[in-house]
């Protein structure tokens, strides 16, 4: 039963001295015989374990923590911008031992296929526009972190779960709804392409809704992150969701009109409180949409920005938003709970704005973009429309953010933008001889570095 | 050279749907017969996420952390008895409750056991000691077993002359009800809340 495996150790390798695995035992027991010997040094200084206690508990005292800041002298403390830290040192830089959670994992893609990590190399690619005019406007920094070689993006791409959260199955719905409310429906009429849209919503949901519209409008992703166990901005859970619908959006892109209108995609969570430098890693971005200029000669005359409730834009975007406004670019709010099932059927994953296709002309005749040549059912006299949209009302106007009066680039909005200050930065010890990062503030409470690999 | 002992054991009441048993088991059967150091906290990092995410049913559950100088006997107990315990063979399982092994048919539980020897003062068992100082009102929360367990990643397993998993039952047909739980070979497991 116990399959013995006596072999010579290597150097530096455990050697597995049972294992039951193989006829349905479970378990494993390794063995090393090269173990490294306490450091006699600096033990008794640092020794945290006062005794100890048989059965169930232990005494202890102490609590001793390094300090960071006094670490040793050889290093220089810096405040640097964190994406630039993590394609240095990793993704994972300062936290290489912290796994990270992915709420209501799935065993393979929408199709039930399981992943191989390697193909998520790919998936940037995969997910990019195919229209060469949405191309300069793709963001591909976050599905780009799957790409690289180093052994930290290796232990991501094997770990990273598809995940399908009951959120994402509904926003994956009302993308659906969305769209259908620009398909068109016979030769004579043409799909309103003046339109793009912008997803602004939770990230998960956000890709969702992406994969749900994905047959009408062309996703144009804009997450400028990396991933990272103390992230801010969860942004592994993108990846994972990514990973789920990647087939929905391959198959989509062959189905879609080759002049498919636009829709940005980003993540409603960039902005979301940092309060704890020893805590949180500061991964937090700001979305970066086409300006004015670049919408124009992409021909939208109206951008939808679909919000999962509420008509006020994110902080970032309010200067884009009145910069489009004043170009004659009109923003209205598309608010997803606008979109509902129809209560009086039995159906409960198909979704529609107003809660049944009868409503769908109440849609344009409120935001007056479009007036569609198919004619639709009269409501029956018991179902009352729905109120107006809220969203349909919005306009936006300028406010104080502290993103207010950042713009230094021109012609596109948001990419000349510079980052209040403070914004996606990360503190770091390096060392003064070789400028590699030796530590980072985060998660300094007992281990500095990452996991202890570095200048212990 | 003297060594320490750590060692981990929680029952998780886990639904039949929600493939916790089967990924770990999976994720265990795909273990090397070798493994570097960062080879082995990967694999920790990964099976120790799984097993957090099932905390809030963590249901029972005993830790120890032992310096003294059993802590290799206590190391080669735990494996020996655990090793010699779990079903594995064909007519150890079955539909029908065996007395010696199960008392009820009922099949809730997963257990999850997770053993270390580790070298006294070294990198792993200091690293061990921070994360196990916790007052002893909240010795037996399932927040505490979950930080616990959330240890092993960290561990400098330079410094770790043995380790072991285990995860019982071994497969999806056998499984620990109830009533062998606290009918009495487990008598040692304490009530977390």
Redesign the interface.
Known sequence: ??DQ?D?GP?E?????????????????????DD?????TSG?NR????Q????????I??????ATWASRDDDTVVENKDSLDVQRAEGWNVGSA?????YPHRE?GDVDGNLIAPDSLKTLGDDLSPRQTRFKPFYVPTLFGVLAQND?HAQ?LR??LPPILTPAMQTAFARGRAFAELFKATNAEEKAPGDSAGLADLPGPEAIAFAAGAAEVFEPVFLFDNWPHPLGVVKSHEVLAAAAYFRPVFLRAAEKRAADAPAMFVTDRTRLAPYTDETAQFDNRYMAKVPGAEALAALGVKHVAYVTPQGTEELDDLNEDFVALDKASIDVKVVEMEDFQPDPESTEKTVYYYGGHPYFIPLFWSSYGWYAPYRSYPAAPGHRAPPAGSRGAGYRPTPRPTVFSGRSVGAGRGGVGRAKPSGFGRVSVASSRATGRVVGTAHGRS??FGR??SYG? | MDYSFFGIQVVIAAHPKDQLRRRLHDLLAETDHEQTPDEKRSFYKRFCALVNESMPVFELGFWDLLRSRNAEDEFETWCSEIEGSMATEAEELGTEADEVYRLSTDKDYIIVTLLFLMVRDGAADRTVGRRADVPEAEWNTRQTFAQLIATAPLLDFETVRADAVYLMPGNDDDGISSDDLYGGDYKYLRMLS
């Not at chain 1, 640092?46 to 374990?49: A, N």
């Not at chain 1, 202890?60 to 923590?65: E, V």
């Open positions: 039963l116990s495996e072999k290597d530096n390798q455990a050697q597995r001295r049972w294992h039951g695995a193989d006829e349905g035992k479970v378990g494993a027991r390794w063995w090393r173990v490294r010997a306490a450091e033990v640092r020794k945290i374990l005794g100890m206690l048989i059965g169930g508990g232990v202890l005292a102490g609590g001793l923590l031992d912290q796994a990270l959670m065993r052994v232990e094997a770990e007992g281990s996991g202890g212990s």
